[in-house]
């Protein structure tokens, strides 16, 4: 279930990572339901259920979430087109600010998850567990690089690119801050045993669901807890060397990028 949530995040946070946030909103819900099955190896009645929930849920995000996270975004825009020093306190707050829109879009999708937890069969529980472990030895391969690429990734995407400077300063950052992924895989590994756990109990396995969903962060590893607050603030530091030594023509293309998918995004909340 762990994975599911993720995916569903996949919503909002795909979204900003491509130029044509539409085609991604219309690729979500396929996206979102293949990645389950890979999980949860679904009958294609319960596929077709997914589908249709989750037609629903992408639409209340569309309307309640974008018009917010468009506003939050266009107003990050304003700042950095306006200001060329910054520190970690505005970036951090920043990124808590879009971080709890996040959540709050998640939660939406709620009612979809209980629904489906609720048609699983023991089968689907044992499968879950295997590809879940899969999952997680996958995660301890060369995490540090799996993370350069992945911030390199969403840079060149808002900003076009990163200069020679910035590759080295993120090479030296990563190296230096790597995740702490023996703590996330623990963590995860925890939810998916007490998912399993609260299986047969189908009281127990709604609230542990809703909760996922509705709280996901007071049901992480308290230690891991500790850690990823600890890598947000040193990301959050790292972001803020790289906007004060931005030069200003990539300063534009950021400001740019997130004015136009702020509008892309209120654009298809009216749709």
């Known amino acids: 279930m762990k994975k599911i949530v993720l995916l569903c995040f996949i919503i909002l946070c795909t979204v900003f990572s491509c130029s044509r946030l539409d085609l991604a909103v219309n690729l979500a819900n396929s996206y979102i339901t293949n990645k389950t099955d890979d999980f949860l190896d679904l009958t294609r009645e319960q596929s077709k259920w997914l589908k249709k929930s989750i037609a629903k849920d992408i639409d209340k995000v569309k309307k309640t979430i974008f018009p917010q996270l468009a506003t939050e975004m266009l107003k990050i825009s304003q700042t950095i087109n306006n200001q060329r020093t910054f520190d970690t306190a505005t970036v951090l707050n920043s990124y808590k600010r879009l971080e709890s829109l996040f959540y709050e879009g998640l939660r939406i999708f709620a009612p979809t998850a209980v629904g489906l937890a609720d048609q ?47 590759k080295k300063e993120l090479k030296i950052f990563v190296d230096k801050n790597p995740p702490p992924i023996n703590e996330s895989v623990y963590s995860r590994q925890n939810l998916v045993h007490e998912f399993v756990r609260s299986y047969s109990d189908k009281v127990a396995r709604k609230k542990f669901v809703e909760k996922l969903f509705t709280n996901y962060d007071s049901m992480l590893d308290p230690n891991y807890k500790k850690l990823l607050a600890e890598k947000h603030n040193r990301v959050a530091a790292f972001v803020t060397n790289i906007l004060n030594k931005m030069p ?15 509008n892309q995004l209120l654009k298809i909340s009216k749709g």
Not at 146 to 154: E, G, P
Not at 248 to 262: K, P, S, Y
């Open 120 to 166: 699983l069969v023991p089968a689907q529980i044992v499968y879950l567990q295997k590809e879940a472990d899969k999952k997680f030895t996958e995660m301890k391969e060369d995490p540090s690089k799996k993370s350069y690429k992945k911030i390199k990734k969403h840079f060149d995407s808002w900003a076009g690119g990163m200069n020679s400077e910035q």
């Open 248 to 262: 200003e023509d990539q300063r534009q293309t950021l400001v740019e990028t997130i004015r136009d998918r702020a």
